[in-house]
């Protein structure tokens, strides 16, 4: 992947920034913004990374595609044209995140299932990954997947736990081999 390292301090660098001026929250808003933008948009993508297009289209195109984002933000796309890193200000965003929810402490928990959370279900799978992280800044994803059959596959960070019908059977399948 093209410039990780140098997205990773350059998010870095801007939540420290965002620190001291207090102004972490409407740079993370921008910075969700951004990386959304970027992602759903391909020309907008690829115009960012083209060596054939002018520094001053690129910057007049980002003046009006984000209008009202954050002077901090402001200042980020000034020194990635100063310093030609602009084709990696989608990475800079995506880490900017993650950067962002390690300093809050939130965690993201995937429920893997055949048929879709009811609210019910969604309230109960929550309460027992809370207190199994015993953490209360966990957002709850669900993912469906028919071919698990049935039960459930959670993933917190790089822990999995996988109580799907699927990976039993497969289980027993191994056994009897």
Known sequence: MYGFRAANRYAKALLEYALQRNAV???FRDMS????TIDE???LDNLLVSPVVK?????NVLDKVFVGVSPEVQRLFTLLIENRRLPILKQIAEKFVIHYNSYKNNQTAE??????????MKKQVLQKVESLKQSRNITLVNKVDESIIGGFI???GDIQYNASV??????LRQEFQ
Not at 33 to 36: A, G, T
Not at 55 to 59: L, P, Q
């Open 25 to 27: 929250e409407s740079v």
């Open 33 to 36: 913004l951004v990386h959304k």
């Open 41 to 43: 948009n391909k020309e």
């Open 55 to 59: 520094t001053v289209v690129k910057k």
């Open 111 to 120: 429920v893997t299932t055949a048929i879709p959370l009811t609210e019910e």
């Open 154 to 156: 959670l993933r917190i």
């Open 166 to 171: 699927a990976f039993k059977l497969n289980k």
